[in-house]
């Protein structure tokens, strides 16, 4: 150490702290998550859907299923029954008899009345029966009401019935002219008092008091009198 030779005042000493380069780093301690499976997986990346082999279900203590116990016919299927031609030893059904009219029962020689032009034809024929109480009017039932007079039914309005609309409410108004009185102003109508009310002589509310004429001496008596000589 003493054949060395040193340049400035640094000499060798002990380290003050840790210094990093002289410790070795972890190496690759650091894992990246994966991106297989389900537990851990990269949150950068889309994971598929996972499948787990789980047991079986407990059984439950009290089995509300009915089970198969359905006494189904397996004849009835979802379209109906699928049954063929079966024969009972029943008695013959009872239909109705109706009476329909047959070909006697027709007239088409009489149709032609209806379908071809034919001349009026009249019938001697027995006079008919009249209703026994007859409640048709006659015409002396009917009154027909006054068309003329004051006491005309449903009369309708002359012209001099219709007002006239105003013009004014469609077109430009026109300027109106009334024969009123004169509108007086509205105003006060209680008494003032005039000019000769006020003394302004004594007013001492601004002043220390009001102006006060005098006949006094002109000059001040400290001023030197003038002194003539008299012979």
């Not at 109706?98 to 019938?123: C, Q, V």
């Amino acid at each position: 150490m003493a054949d060395e030779v040193w340049v400035g005042t640094w000499r060798p000493h002990r380290a003050r702290g840790p210094i990093m380069a002289l410790y070795s780093s972890p190496g690759p301690k650091y894992l990246i998550p994966p991106t297989t499976g389900f537990v851990k997986h990269t949150p950068t990346k889309l994971r598929a859907p996972a499948y787990s082999f789980h047991g079986a279900p407990m059984p439950l203590a009290e089995n509300c299923s009915p089970g198969p116990r359905y006494s189904v016919n397996p004849k009835v299927l979802r379209t109906g029954k699928d049954l063929g031609p079966a024969y009972s030893i029943l008695g013959r059904y009872r239909t109705k008899t109706m009476l329909t009219p047959g070909p006697s029962d027709y007239f088409p020689e009489k149709s032609t009345n209806h379908i071809f032009n034919s001349a009026p034809s009249h019938s001697i024929s027995a006079r008919t029966k009249t209703f026994r109480v007859d409640s048709t009017p006659g015409p002396a039932a009917y009154v027909l009401p006054m068309v003329m007079g004051p006491h005309t039914v449903g009369k309708t309005p002359g012209p001099a019935a219709y007002h006239q609309t105003d013009m004014q409410v469609t077109k430009f108004k026109a300027p109106q002219y009334t024969m009123a009185a004169r509108v007086e102003p509205p105003g006060d109508k209680t008494l003032k008092p005039g000019p000769g009310a006020h003394s302004p002589e004594k007013v001492t509310v601004t002043k220390y008091c009001a102006p006060i004429v005098t006949f006094g001496i002109k000059h001040s008596d400290y001023m030197t009198p003038l002194v003539v000589d008299v012979d």
